[in-house]
Nanobody, 123 residues
Framework: QVHLVESGGGLVQAGGSLTLSCAVS????????MGWYRQAPEKQRELVAV???????NYADSVKGRFTISRDNAKNTVTLQMNSLKPEDTAVYYC?????????????????WGQGTQATVSS
């Protein structure tokens, strides 16, 4: 089994910062891409940022220049630093990890999700 545990959400005023962290544990052979998604009320879940195991990153246009994604491959963690927050950034943030696991002679890759953490930005 694989578990993702997020932390770091909360309430902040517009212009402020929050740091979200996600730790991956369990039966892991390796982790490919790791990412952060968010879902605001009555909206679909959307990609915020993604980082490959080689460190390449991609961001949603709405967060470019304000958010930074990073990962620690030795600790199996991914972090999202969110600066210059806006009320429209308010959402539940979910981390994801594309985990390769090998229960026997064969290996598989599946995407796992965290439980979500609420980030609220007041105006």
């Amino acid at each position: 089994q694989v578990h993702l545990v997020e932390s770091g959400g909360g309430l902040v005023q517009a212009g402020g910062s929050l740091t979200l962290s996600c730790a991956v544990s369990g039966s892991i052979f390796s982790i490919n891409a790791m990412g952060w998604y968010r879902q605001a009320p009555e909206k679909q879940r959307e990609l915020v940022a993604v980082i490959t195991n080689g460190g390449s990153t991609n961001y949603a246009d709405s967060v470019k220049g304000r958010f930074t994604i990073s990962r620690d491959n030795a600790k199996n963690t991914v972090t999202l630093q969110m600066n210059s927050l806006k009320p429209e950034d308010t959402a539940v943030y979910y981390c994801s990890a594309d985990v390769k696991y090998c229960p026997g002679s064969r290996c598989y890759t599946s995407r796992y999700w965290g439980q979500g953490t609420q980030a609220t930005v007041s105006s």
